[in-house]
């Protein structure tokens, strides 16, 4: 299994190189960057963080697709694939619902413009030429000029059963949120299987679960606050977020060892990438105090 972290979007651009670099130099595999309104935006920002690194590879997680047209989402992403092959993974979600409304982008079906999105973009990463009339997404007769030597995983950031089973018919990875406990992945993962069989796949997929970690007090209260948050909120996670469960399930809290069982609970439910959330917004992980087993 692999491990990543989030450089979060309320961090300062300007701070993202150092980050970045830290991470490499702590020898996780990834850094995964988040597109949210209104902070910085992901192509920019992994275009950066590909250029001023050597091996480690990046995630955007997510674009949203009602705000980016698919031919030119994989003109972007083609292009960052051309340029560092094999450490780009392109992520792709239907947006904040409140988000999207607000500044005019919420399609009247989230779920019909993801699927429509991913499986032209696929299409087109794969250098096909692709003709399509769907109900959002309409092309004719498109190609990229320059399709990625290495195609770059299309991975969509998805919670319920039903985006679930999307991402297992038509992506190649599914991002999951923070707050995921093993039982929440065990069911994630049996919900992608049955998009997948629905759409005769036997392809890999990989699934990236995000996954708030803390050394301190202080972190560990915002998770909880998180928690409390998540369960008023309600929605299917919820449902795996008991009154009495430990923190240690959903998140990576207390001592190394603590966390290292963390993270094998996880690997065991079905987890491919692990990928480390500060709860604090403006706090970033102090990856030296973490220990974590990264070596390879």
Not at 24 to 35: D, F
Not at 203 to 210: E, G, I, K, Q, S
Request: proline share 5%; with cysteine.
């Amino acid at each position: 299994m692999d491990l990543g972290v989030v450089i979060r979007p309320e961090l300062a651009p300007e701070g993202l190189i150092e980050h970045v670099r830290r991470a490499e130099a702590a020898g996780l595999q990834e850094v995964w960057l988040w597109e949210d309104c209104f902070w910085a935006g992901g192509i920019a920002a992994a275009a950066t963080a590909l250029a001023t690194t050597e091996r480690v590879g990046v995630g955007i997680g997510i674009l949203p697709a009602p705000v980016r047209n698919a031919a030119f989402a994989a003109m972007e992403a083609a292009t960052l694939a051309r340029l560092h092959p094999g450490r780009f993974h392109m992520g792709m979600g239907h947006g904040v619902g409140e988000w999207m409304r607000q500044i005019g982008a919420k399609p009247a079906s989230q779920l019909a413009l993801l699927e429509e999105a991913v499986a032209a973009v696929r299409a087109l990463l794969a250098g096909e030429t692709v003709s399509v009339e769907g109900r959002y997404v309409r092309l004719r007769d498109v190609a990229l000029e320059h399709p990625p030597r290495v195609v770059p995983t299309v991975s969509v950031g998805v919670r319920g059963p039903k985006g679930l089973e999307l991402a297992g018919r038509v992506a190649d990875g599914t991002v999951i949120d923070s707050l995921s406990s093993p039982a929440y992945v065990r069911w994630a993962r049996e919900r992608i299987d049955a998009g997948r069989a629905a759409a005769g796949r036997r392809d890999p997929h990989r699934l990236t679960v995000y996954a708030f970690c803390a050394t301190e007090a202080a972190g560990e209260a915002a998770i909880r606050s998180q928690v409390d948050a998540q369960r008023t909120e309600g929605g299917v996670r919820a449902g795996f977020l008991a009154a009495d469960t430990p923190l240690s399930d959903i998140a990576l809290t207390g001592d190394a060892d603590a966390r290292a069982q963390t993270l094998k609970a996880l690997e065991a439910a079905g987890a491919d990438c692990v990928v480390l959330v500060s709860p604090e917004a403006r706090v970033p992980l102090d990856l030296e105090a973490l220990r974590l087993p990264v070596a390879r």
